[in-house]
């Protein structure tokens, strides 16, 4: 589990492999927001967070062990 804290409102979370391929997406709606990683491999991801406009608030690595 990977938790997550924005100042605005989380719409949609986004998580994508070093390839580029989209392998998770939540719509939380919130401010906080917690993300399971237990179906993924080990390795490295990044992780994007949008607001209700589709707008980029956030872009950050993410390591799974």
């Given at each position: 589990i990977?938790?997550?804290?924005?100042?605005?409102k989380i719409e949609t979370v986004l998580?994508?492999?070093?390839?580029g391929?989209?392998v998770?997406?939540?719509?939380?709606?919130?401010?906080?927001f917690e993300?399971?990683?237990?179906?993924?491999?080990?390795?490295?991801?990044?992780?994007e967070?949008?607001?209700?406009k589709?707008?980029l608030?956030s872009?950050?690595?993410?390591?799974v062990q």
């Open positions: 990977h938790s997550i804290e924005a100042e605005e998580v994508y492999n070093m390839k391929e989209e998770i997406r939540n719509k939380p709606a919130s401010t906080s993300i399971s990683v237990s179906s993924l491999p080990n390795g490295q991801y990044f992780y967070l949008r607001d209700q589709g707008v608030l872009r950050r690595k993410l390591i």
